[in-house]
């Protein structure tokens, strides 16, 4: 590929808290192709959620260029990350983050309602193929609080597919929920990532959840420990657990 | 993200607590009702004053006699017997900025009529009372020029006074006894309806002065002069062609007190108009105030309402919501919670002003709810809603996004 996807060169991030400064990020620089899917990995304090924060156009590097599409979105001011995140990134949450009280095809037109070229009907059309995508087409009127656990994250799948967007991050997209909603979690990612070829990008601190990726980056101390590839680090015993 | 769509993101959260949000705007349907009720107490008293003094005619002016001092002693007003009948006619005669005059002399008599009697106001004037005064006559006629040169023996009853003396009956043609005169009843006025106040100006006849003066109360000087202008705007001229009149007939010199006084009832007109205006103006600010405390309420509720959906404000903006777009969302609430209320407050306000004129003491103001006042009320309750909701929005639309996610 000519342009990758994503590429991150140098990024540094400085938190100050009242004197002194948190790195959180002392120079990262990596690339991810499109097509990828990819598992971020670290304990808590390792940066691993500031750099999702930073690749998911939430938050601006301190120092460093990132580039998304071949953009350099480092430079875009707030207005502008709202456009980048709204047309190219779908975001999962370890807490789902849907509009409580608010029904599932509500809460999936979400992201159409901040691009201005869709209409009322064919954003309700949108919304109810993507929900269908994940096998919810007959929530698509319940209140997301009467919903399971796994349902929520799967409507907020969902909304993540809207816009087509390059990029799915995912944030602990299983840390809410238990075993086998988290397989078939992880299935509708592998699915995705095959079948449709969208690039996914999770954080994660399980390793069993991690081995679903196709890379694992591991972070400590706001730098690049290593990088594995496929099965590489997964031990059997592990994976034999979550993928009977 | 247009404003369509924002409206109905707006109604859905506003609709998501409505016990609140109605709560909110009854602040404001407060505000509006007092506003639009207040003011239209204001125009009713207002428009009742114009009513009563165009009843009246307002291009008159009163001629009375002035106050008298006999070694420092005042009399007060009418202390002078020098108002002539001759002085009405002068000042028909010599201003030109007069129309016509009508010698006035008033008193009280009893009149009988069959087996009734009724004691009542005595009115004599000239032949062009009615004309000078507005009063229309309802049956027959009024007594003409003749009847005034001859002091004839006719009158015209009020429409109080021929109800007392002849009920149903037709009056017209009818002989009635004032004092035990015997006078012919020429016609029956039109009732001029409750001026307000003790006086009621139906319960009198009319005669000519000259037949009151000579017949009924025997002297020779009349009580007032009825001037009517040539128009609204000549008034002032007519005003001091009779005071210059008036001083050379009754021979004051220079520098000395008028022995009469000359009133112009567009003066007075203009002085209760001008202090029903200061009313309704009082009125409607007292009222402004309770809106201003229904647009604070507005604020107050959408500080809350950020800080409840600060968790929802990080998920609009993940998936791309703009500053501008938060912004846009919580004004909008603002202003429709405004606007409803705005719109209800205008409905309970008109309500309120048609109910008040049913409470006794506000029943003679007879509200009258004007388009200004709604239009006026419905732009003040919508401002307060941008005014207000501005900053409760802007907070929101501030926030940083990793934070607003994480905020429990």
């Known amino acids: 590929m000519a342009t990758p996807l994503i590429q991150l060169e140098d990024i540094v991030k400085i938190y100050r808290v009242g004197e002194t400064e948190v790195h ?8 991810v192709e499109p097509g990828e899917f990819l598992a971020i990995m670290g304990p808590s304090g390792s940066g691993k959620s500031t750099l ?29 990350l709202a456009r980048v995140r709204n047309k190219k990134i779908g975001f999962v949450f370890q807490t789902f983050n849907l509009l409580p009280r608010t029904t599932a095809l509500e809460n999936v037109e979400l992201p159409l309602l901040y691009s201005s070229d869709v209409t009322g009907k064919k954003r309700t059309e949108l919304a109810l193929q993507a929900l269908e995508s994940v096998g919810l087409l007959d929530r698509a009127y319940h209140k997301t609080n009467q919903l399971s656990g796994g349902e929520q994250q799967r409507i907020a799948i969902a ?22 909603t988290s397989q078939e979690i992880m299935n509708i990612f592998k699915r995705l990532n095959e079948e449709k070829k969208m690039t996914l990008i999770m954080v994660t601190h399980e390793p069993d959840i991690a081995c679903f990726a196709r890379k694992r980056l591991h972070i400590r101390d706001g730098k690049i420990l290593r990088e594995e590839r496929e099965d590489e680090g997964c031990a059997d015993d592990i994976r034999r657990e979550v993928q009977p | 993200m247009n404003l369509w769509r924002t409206s109905k993101v707006a109604f859905r959260a506003l609709g998501r607590n409505k016990m609140r949000s109605f709560l909110t705007a009854l602040g404001i349907i407060i505000g509006v009702g007092a506003v639009i009720s207040m003011v ?36 007060g007003f009418g202390g002078f017997n020098t108002l002539k009948p001759e002085d009405a006619e002068a000042i028909e005669q010599q201003c030109d900025a007069v129309r016509y005059t009508s010698p006035s002399v008033n008193t009280r008599a009893q009149v009988v009529y069959g087996n009734k009697n009724w004691n009542t106001s005595i009115q004599g004037t000239g032949a062009r009372y009615p004309e000078i005064r507005n009063w229309r006559v309802e049956a ?67 005669v000519p002065y000259t037949t009151a003066m000579k017949r009924l109360m025997g ?38 007190e008028d022995d009469f006084q000359v009133r112009n009832m567009t003066e007075v007109a203009e002085g209760a108009a001008e202090a029903t205006k200061i009313m309704t103006i009082l009125l409607g ?16 509720i959408m500080l809350v309402s950020v800080t409840e959906r600060i968790r929802e404000i990080g998920i609009r903006m993940a998936v791309g919501a703009r500053e501008k777009d938060i912004l846009l969302q919580f004004l909008t609430e603002a202003v429709v919670l405004s606007v409803m209320g705005g ?30 006042s709604i239009a006026l009320a419905f732009l003040f309750s919508a401002s307060v809603g941008i005014f207000f909701g501005f900053y409760p929005a802007r907070k929101a639309s501030r926030l940083d996004p990793i934070e607003a996610l994480r905020y429990e």
């Open chain 1, 24 to 31: 959180a990020l002392r120079g990262i620089s990596y690339k």
């Open chain 2, 343 to 372: 719109v209800m407050g205008i409905f309970f306000g008109v309500g309120l002003s048609k109910l008040l004129v049913h409470v006794p003491i506000f029943s003679q103001f007879r509200t009258a709810v004007s388009a200004n």
């Open chain 2, 285 to 300: 600010s007292i009222a402004s105030i309770s809106l201003l405390v229904g647009g604070i309420g507005i604020m107050n």
């Open chain 2, 140 to 206: 027959g006629t009024f007594f003409e020029e003749g009847h005034v040169k001859s002091a004839a023996k006719v009158c015209v009853l009020g429409s109080e006074v021929k109800k007392n003396l002849f009920e149903s009956e037709d009056a017209v043609g009818q002989v009635i006894r004032i004092n035990r005169i015997p006078f012919r009843v020429l016609g029956v006025l039109e009732s001029k309806g409750e001026s307000g106040g003790w006086f009621n100006r139906d319960d009198m006849i009319v």
């Open chain 1, 159 to 180: 909304r993540a597919l809207m816009n087509s967007p390059s990029l799915i991050l995912a944030d602990e997209p299983t840390g809410n929920l238990d075993t086998k």
């Open chain 2, 40 to 75: 239209s107490i204001g125009e009713g008293a207002k428009r009742g004053v114009q009513e009563r003094f165009n009843s009246m005619g307002t291009n008159l002016l009163f001629v009375s006699p002035g106050s008298r001092s006999m070694r420092g002693v005042h009399s």
């Open chain 2, 219 to 256: 002297r020779d000087y009349i009580s007032s002069i009825d001037v009517q202008a040539v128009s609204m705007d000549k008034t002032q001229e007519a005003q001091r062609q009779i005071e210059e009149l008036l001083r050379l007939r009754h021979k004051i010199a220079p520098g000395a």
């Open chain 1, 52 to 80: 999702m924060n930073i690749i998911g156009c939430l938050d601006r590097p301190t120092s460093g260029k990132y580039f998304l599409e071949g953009e350099e979105v480092s430079t875009f001011d707030r207005n502008k």
